[in-house]
């Protein structure tokens, strides 16, 4: 045996143990972990597992929650994966680890399924001395309440005694540096080296095959149906509901979100782009990057890369037997017109379109399509409010929210009948507008029970 004494021999045999140490401990903790659950007898929880919990309004959460989940699972961790209303106050008083996978959603709230845990928990106090958490905040800085919820969660988590396992992380749009450091501190916390692959699905190319604008005379910003082929000839499969990401060439980082107002057998994606202006509402004093160069700068035939995403909340899934309440207004009419179209190619005629806009004269969009679907009985009713139009004519029906009062009965009467509802477009007025009228009508825990059993589905921005 050579005995040394040489520090510098010394020092390099001490970072050699300590650096197989490292390599090696996430690997026995892989091994005890299979171990244990291998021996583990049928149905036994050995280990206390943990909670991934999400709250997501149009998917990214949940799927960075599953991803999460995932690389606990690979790293042997026993993992429930869940919404954030599903907790119970016993299981948040009982878990010694949760992370919380949150986006932020109207102004600095929780997004629609976090709700009632909001209403039940965050408005009082909830000793969780036991709890160990991790939260990720999704979040546009864009936006004044800057991951407004899940600051939020994070304080109140704080301050019923839970212990942060991290500093919780802020990722604004998605970006790859807060995502990475996500992971990083998951990968630690799991004490693993070999998590999953957690990148999206590549950005395809796409050419500009059709663009034309809508409301030709409307005093609103212009809006253009335009349609999309992939440049490989090759269309991928989507639902109705679905959004696309759409990257502009001034800001590749950037992707941009609109709902697919098509299906796959019309053969095209199509969207509904309205034009944003700046300034004063003309486009010399500037336009939206991603608007303008769709709307107007990019030419015809156009290459432009793009990925479909998958908008599980507002897809029809176990709603598609059910009658339909479509309620939208604007651009979110694009949502809606890919549910009608999936419903009459299902041969489901049962459907209640409410929209509303500025002027019936020129921005009826799609206004031939509905008025040709209700005369083959594949829209049961149409309702549209013109803002423009009643203010001259002096009409109380102003918005869309404004036709529900009247027809409260009829509603009711199809909710009881099973319906859902569905509705898309902006956020400022029209969402909460109808919200508003529909817990009117149908009482707040009514519709709270509609959320719930997922018959209340929203895609508003
Ligand atoms: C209508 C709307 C309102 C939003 N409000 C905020 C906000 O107040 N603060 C914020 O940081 N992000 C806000 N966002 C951005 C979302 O949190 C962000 O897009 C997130 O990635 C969405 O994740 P999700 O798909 O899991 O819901 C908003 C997005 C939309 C469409």
Redesign the pocket.
Known sequence: MIVTLDTTRLALAAACLVSYGLVCTPLWRHWRNNKAQAQRPAGQAAEPGWIVAHA???????QLAAQTADTLRLAGIPVRLCTLSALSQDELQQAERILFVV??????DA?DAAAAFVGRFMTGALPLPRLHYGVLA???SS?S????FGRALDTWLQEQGAQPLVPHIEADC?ADSAIGAWRHALSHLAGTTDAPDWSGPAFGAWRLAERRCLNEGSSGAPIYHIELEPLDGVLPEWQSGDLVQVVAPAEPDKPREYSIASIPSDGRVHLLVRLHLHGDGKPEGGMGVASGWLCREAPLGASLPMRLRQHSRFRLDGNAQRPLILIGNGSGIAGLRGHLRARAQAGQGRNWLLFGERHAQHDYHYGDEWEALRAAGQLQQLDVAWSRDSAVQGSAIRYVQDLLPPKASVLRQWVAQGAAIYVCGS?QGMAAGVDRALGDILGRNELDALVAENRYRRD??
């Open positions: 997501s309004q149009t998917g990214n959460a949940e986006s932020t959603y109207g102004e600095g997004p999704l979040g546009d936006y309440h800057y991951c407004g998605l956020l508003v921005y």
